[in-house]
Structure formats: structure tokens, C-alpha cells
């Protein structure tokens, strides 16, 4: 079963235990970075009246995934992204390619890793829940089956349509995410993407991906039939050529010199 | 003792080992202490001059190779046959540069092999990295007659120039694949590139620009290795090729125009922004100026106006891939980006290895024809007609 967590931004009082228990889980070094970097997989905004926790949402199609050329990231079908580090080239297609901007890159390092959150892997394949989601007192976060947390959300909504606005992000946004949100104002207005699509990126460029076998094949024929007619017909003309020569030089007519010759010789 | 192994010492040469020098102290910081540390990157900008540059612009400058190999082996006009040596090596040393700028931009540089051992058949990244190499090898191949020529190593030779066809119709197809799927790669990101340069087609735009800047390449190469090594410029044969700049820039031109129409995003152009001026520069100086002054044949078959709208050409597709991978990007990533000296430093001296090397292989390789006059009078031959005349009596 695919999990996933429900945020909701409503209930979220910006206590900061999540970013806590993440650093811990992690063994992430103290900085003071004022975004997800490589040493905060989790971060806790203040967005107006509301506070919004930012990490990896884990998409269902993820365009990191599909876009790293070593297959260094991958989605799993209990929910979380994984990385594989000793895979990764450090091309950074995947923090080019993320929508939400999340992988994060260590700089500083000459051997240098690409970090986010990875939804406690190993927790959640045990069977318990990630750290962040143990650690909140308040219930802003909640894990479990992706399709339980969305029917909870819809009932959220419904029971409360003052409280929240009707929209759970997560659900659709580029294919559908592991991390679904709830809020009480338009996702926009508290610092999200509001310019998404719905269908998975990676169909993007699988469009034209999936024609590149055709056309070397298609691409290929056609070539080589050019060069074997143009090659054909030089060779052709050159047998012609020497024939002539040939035929003239035996003193056998050809056909045109001897038309005309037949007048000339008279 | 030995004074002829000594160089003599030039302005341009202290120039070139400045530049050599600051070569070698940019890779020590990069290699040893990190990207951090050499460039301007960070988390929302993780691509910058190194991609943009080095390997969107050294990838397609160097399409030079494939067309001028097609239309001479492939479709055989002959006439063209004397370019394609110095075409081939630049493409060559295109090809490595680009390896070479992706060894500084790389993280893990000494894992650059990885794509051909772990695949992702998913990633467009993936796809061009193996047609990369694949086309490496194949321009290695198509470069290696003029070793074998100067070695006089008479049975690889014959080796190399049977497979002629075979090579030239897998550098096209790797080379149209690759070339177009460099535009491929930011199909991926329609929230974040711009709207003036992301389009469903950015393959086909990728590859008809890459074609037009490659032949215009061709053009400036010869010019500038004219200047540099007294070599004949081939004016009649680089008109033509300008004629050939001329008809694939016209139909990027109608792309562009009728994409930006399509998309409803020709108003994006007057808004004043700075994506609206940095396209406008692109399409005013790569496109439409060019195209009009290669449309003149007056302008066209003089060497000086040949040159100048080939470097046009040039220019624009530099800004163009500029734009694509840096100016497009920049608004969406929330966060200023502007190379840092070490990354144009450290372009500035793959550059100069280019010169450096074409300069070297011209000098040791048989690049241009000699210049004697029983030479000229052969690669003048397609003047006359093919055809021996096989009526008279």
C-alpha cells in the first residue's frame, strides 16, 4: 500500500518538533539555513497567519526520478523517493527538474551527495511512522495509506467548509503527491506552487522519448536507401562512361556517334 | 642549445599561458574543494554557466560536423569535400571540450562512466550522455584517416574509409538525437522555464538552431583559420554553405514566430521584462539580421559580410542556449545567478585548449589541402563538368 502524510496547515501551532526529530533521525549537522538545505530535510514557515511545513512531497510520478540518467532516485511503491548515493553522478537534473524545488545539494563538499527528505525509509518499511509525524503534538501531520488520508481530508473539508478551503494539494498537482495539505486560504497565498499541472511531468518528455526507436530505425533505413541510390547512379554513370570509352576505342560505333556518324562518314 | 624547441615568445602566446595557468588554479578549488567553493550555484540554481555554456553551446556549435558529412559522403556533393577534414576535427575537439566542461560540472566527475553501466532508459539525460559518447567514437573514427594519413598506416586507413557511409548515417541520427534532446531536457520543467522559450517543441527548435550555428561555425572557423594559418578561404564554397545558413535559419525564424503566435505568448515580448529584452536581443541579432543580410547575395558572397552574419549566427545561438538554460530559469528559481570569475574562468581556458589543439592538429595533421598548384587545380575540378564528353568523333 502506498503511504502518505496529511499536513494540515490548520492545526499546525509552529513548534518546530518535526524539524527536531527529523535532525535527530538523520544525524543532520546545526545550521541556520533559511530554506531546505543539505542539513534541514524539514522546515517549518511562518505564512502569514499560518505556519507551513516545507519537505520532498514524495509526487507519484516523480520527475526526479525520471529525469536522473543513473537512476539514482526512485520511488518506491510504499510511497517514499529514495536516493542512492552511490549511483548519483552529481548532475543535478533532479533540483532542476523537482517543481516543488526540493533536492538540495551539499556545496561545500568535494565528494558532494543530493539530500531531502527521504520519508524515513527504513521506518515506514517496518511498519511504524517517520519521525516527524511521531513528534507532532498537535496532529498537524498524520501518516498512513495515501487513499485513507484523502478520504479523511475530503471529510475534513466537508465537515468544517468555513475552516478549510476546498482543495487538497497534493491530490492531483503533477500526478498526484505522497504529501497531501490541507488549508484554511487559497494554496497561493501561503507560499505554494499555483502554476502546476495535473499530469505527471515525466510524461513530459516520455512523449518524445518513447519515438527516439522509431526514428533511428525509420531514420536509418531511409538514409541508407539515399546513399545506396546516390552511390548506385554514380556508379552507373561511371560504367556508362567507361563503355563508351571502351566501345570507342575498339572502334565499335556507339549509339548516338553512330547515328550521326553514318551522315558524317557519307 | 636546442634554440627551435624553445617557442618564441608572442603576445598571444603570454596571453594563452595566462589563461593557462588560471586553467590550472580554478581545477585545483574545483576538483579539491568543491562546487561550492569555485562556483555560483546553490540549491535553486543548480545549473549555471558550466551547462549553459560549455555543454548546450559546445554541443551545438559543433553540429557542424554531421551536415557537412552528410551532404559530402551521403548525398555527394563534392564540392564541399575540402571543408570536411577541418569540419570533422573541430567537431572532434567540440566533443571532448564538452567532456571536458562536464568533468568541472559534474559533481562526481570520476563517476562520469555511470550512465553506461546503471541505465534509465526514463531519462532524456541519459539518452544524450550515451549518444554523446557513442558520437565521440564515431567522430573519433571519422578524425583518425588523417592520423593514419600522416603515420602512412596504409591498412587502418582502408578500414576506416570502408565504413565512411555506415559512420556518417549513425552520426547523423546520434547527432539529430542528441542535438534535439538537449532541448528535450527542459520539457521537464513547464512551471519554471519561461514562457517565450518553453514550447512543446524545443526539440525541433533545439536542432534547427544547432544546424544553422553549426554551419555558421563552419564559416567562422575557416575565416578565422585563414587568418591564422594562411590558409585559402574557399569563398564560393562558404557562400554556399551560407546560402544553406540561410534556409534552415529562415525556417527557425517561421518556428519561432509561429510558436510564440500558437502559444498566445507574443505578448510577452512587449512587457518590458528583462526575458522579454534578453529574447528579443536573441532573435533581433542570431535571427533576423543575419537573415537579412545573407539574403542579399551581394552581402553573402563577400568574405567580410559572410563573416560578420555567421558570427551573428553564432552569437545568438550562444544567447539563446543562455537564455534557455540561465535567463529563463532565473525568475522562477527566486534567487540571483551570476557566474562566479572561477566559471568563466574556467571556460575561458577549455576555450583556449580548443585553439590551442585545432591549432596544433593543423600543424601536424593534414587538416587543409597543401596548397600547391596541382592541388588547387584538383580540388578546383568540380568546376568542370563530370562528365566526359563521349561524342566526339
Known amino acids: 500500500m502506498s503511504k502518505g502524510m496529511l499536513i494540515d496547515t490548520t492545526l499546525c501551532v509552529g513548534c518546530c518538533m518535526c524539524e527536531e526529530a527529523c535532525n535527530e533521525k538523520n544525524d543532520l549537522p546545526k545550521c541556520d539555513e533559511s530554506d531546505l538545505s543539505a542539513c534541514k530535510f524539514t522546515k517549518v514557515f511562518e505564512r502569514g497567519d499560518y505556519y507551513v511545513r516545507k519537505m520532498c512531497m514524495h509526487c507519484e510520478e516523480p520527475a526526479c526520478a525520471s529525469v536522473c540518467p543513473v537512476g539514482a532516485l526512485k520511488k518506491l511503491k510504499e510511497g517514499p523517493v529514495i536516493y542512492y548515493e552511490k549511483k548519483c553522478i552529481g548532475c543535478r537534473y533532479c533540483m532542476q527538474a523537482c517543481p516543488f524545488q526540493i533536492p538540495t545539494y551539499e556545496w561545500a563538499s568535494a565528494f558532494p551527495r543530493v539530500r531531502k527528505c527521504w520519508f524515513c525509509y527504513d521506518r515506514v518499511m517496518a511498519g511504524s511512522q517517520p519521525a516527524c509525524a511521531e513528534a507532532c503534538p498537535t496532529g498537524a501531520t498524520k501518516f498512513g495509506d495515501r487513499k485513507e488520508l484523502v478520504v479523511e481530508a475530503r471529510k475534513r473539508i466537508a465537515e468544517n467548509p468555513d475552516q478549510y478551503h476546498s482543495h487538497i494539494f497534493g491530490e492531483h498537482e503533477v500526478g498526484g503527491t505522497s504529501m497531501l495539505y490541507l488549508a484554511a486560504v487559497p494554496f497561493g497565498r501561503i507560499g505554494f506552487k499555483s502554476n502546476l499541472i495535473e499530469k505527471p511531468l515525466p510524461l513530459l518528455t516520455w512523449n518524445v522519448l518513447s519515438k527516439i526507436p522509431d526514428f533511428v530505425l525509420v531514420g536509418g533505413t531511409l538514409l541508407g536507401g539515399v546513399a545506396w541510390i546516390i552511390n548506385r547512379r554514380i556508379i552507373l554513370q561511371d560504367e556508362r562512361i567507361e563503355e563508351a570509352e571502351r566501345k570507342r576505342n575498339a572502334g565499335e560505333p556507339t549509339t548516338r556517334s553512330g547515328f550521326f556518324g553514318r551522315f558524317g562518314k557519307k | 642549445m636546442n634554440r627551435k624547441w624553445i617557442p618564441k615568445i608572442t603576445f598571444w602566446r603570454c596571453v594563452f599561458a595566462l589563461i593557462f595557468l588560471m586553467g590550472l588554479y580554478v581545477s585545483y578549488i574545483r576538483f579539491f574543494k568543491g562546487l561550492g567553493a569555485s562556483t555560483n550555484l546553490n540549491d535553486k540554481v543548480p545549473w549555471g ?298 571556460t575561458v581556458f577549455l576555450v583556449a585548449m580548443g585553439f590551442a589543439l585545432f591549432g596544433a592538429a593543423v600543424k601536424y595533421l593534414p587538416v587543409f589541402p597543401e596548397e600547391t598548384e596541382q592541388e588547387t587545380e584538383e580540388s578546383l575540378r568540380y568546376l568542370v563538368p563530370e562528365r566526359r564528353p563521349v561524342m566526339t568523333p
Not at chain 2, 110 to 120: C, L
Not at chain 2, 148 to 167: A, G, H, Q, Y
Not at chain 2, 204 to 209: A, E, G, Q
Open chain 2, 49 to 346: 554557466l558550466w551547462v549553459g555554456f560549455d555543454v548546450l553551446c559546445g554541443v551545438g556549435l559543433a553540429a557542424g560536423g554531421f551536415t557537412i558529412t552528410l551532404v559530402v559522403h551521403l548525398f555527394n556533393m563534392k564540392k564541399y569535400k575540402p571543408i570536411v577534414p577541418s569540419t570533422v576535427l573541430s567537431a572532434f575537439l567540440g566533443y571532448n571540450l564538452v567532456s571536458a566542461g562536464l568533468m568541472y560540472d559534474i559533481g562526481r566527475p570520476y563517476r562520469i562512466w555511470h550512465p553506461m553501466r546503471f541505465w534509465n532508459h526514463h531519462s532524456v539525460m541519459f539518452e544524450v550522455a550515451l549518444c554523446v559518447m557513442m558520437y565521440t567514437t564515431v567522430l573519433a573514427l571519422e578524425f583518425s584517416p588523417m592520423i593514419f594519413k600522416r603515420l602512412k598506416w596504409e591498412k587502418p586507413l582502408r578500414i576506416v574509409k570502408s565504413i565512411t557511409i555506415p559512420l556518417v548515417i549513425a552520426g547523423f541520427i546520434l547527432s539529430t538525437l542528441h542535438q534535439s534532446s538537449l532541448g528535450t531536457v527542459f520539457l521537464i520543467v513547464p512551471g519554471r522555464l519561461h514562457q517565450l522559450w518553453y514550447t512543446p517543441i524545443l526539440p525541433l527548435m533545439f536542432i534547427t538552431s544547432a544546424i544553422a550555428a553549426g554551419l555558421s561555425m563552419v564559416i567562422v572557423e575557416s575565416y578565422i583559420s585563414r587568418r591564422a594559418f594562411n590558409k585559402r578561404l574557399e569563398l564560393d564554397l562558404l557562400a554556399g554553405v551560407g546560402r544553406a545558413v540561410l534556409v534552415v535559419l529562415a525556417v527557425y525564424c517561421v518556428l519561432k514566430v509561429k510558436d510564440l503566435f500558437n502559444r498566445d505568448a507574443i505578448e510577452l515580448l512587449f512587457d518590458g521584462s528583462h526575458e522579454s529584452k534578453m529574447f528579443l536581443l536573441e532573435m533581433g541579432l542570431g535571427v533576423a539580421a543575419p537573415l537579412g543580410m545573407l539574403a542579399v547575395s551581394r552581402i553573402r558572397e563577400t568574405q567580410s559580410g559572410l563573416f560578420i552574419s555567421s558570427v551573428m549566427v553564432v552569437t545568438g545561438f550562444v544567447i539563446n542556449r543562455l537564455n534557455v538554460s540561465i535567463t529563463g530559469m532565473i525568475s522562477s528559481s527566486g534567487v540571483k545567478y551570476f557566474p562566479s570569475w572561477m566559471e568563466i574562468g574556467a
